[in-house]
């Protein structure tokens, strides 16, 4: 079963960037949604981007058009870069993966997640 690890998460100051990755092992899937959730304390799951084997992107609008998502060549590991971050990003960021998926418009769920990685953006 696939396993997804992220990293990169940490407190910067509003306006701030960070860069998330998740490297994926243990699986390996010939059409995918690869992509981040995020769910902040008290808040519901919240998709914020995803992006598919054949390189087809979606954002919440939220975030669109302060961060980018992006895969290596190895299709292995994912970024999330966040730009111009702000306090209401503050949450816990998860990379998710799906089998059989395809970007169409909204952020998809995942059938597969990671435990996540903590950004804290600071007013």
């Known amino acids: 079963q696939v396993q997804l690890a992220e990293s990169g998460g940490g407190s910067v100051q509003a306006g701030g960037s960070l860069r998330l990755s998740c490297t994926a092992s243990?699986?390996?899937?010939?059409?995918?949604?690869m992509g981040w959730f995020r769910q902040a304390p008290g808040k519901e799951r919240e998709g914020v981007a995803a992006?598919?084997?054949?390189?087809?992107?979606t954002y919440a609008d939220f975030v669109r058009p302060r961060f980018t998502i992006s895969e290596d060549n190895d299709k292995n590991t994912l970024h999330l870069q966040m730009n111009s971050l702000r306090s209401e990003d503050t949450a816990m960021y998860h990379c998710?993966?799906?089998?059989?998926?395809?970007?169409?418009?909204?952020?998809?769920?995942?059938?597969?997640w990671g435990s996540g990685t903590q950004v804290t953006v600071s007013s």
């Open positions: 992006i598919d084997n054949l390189g087809r992107t």
């Open positions: 243990g699986g390996t899937y010939v059409s995918y949604c």
């Open positions: 998710g993966v799906s089998p059989g998926c395809m970007v169409v418009s909204k952020v998809p769920s995942f059938s597969h």
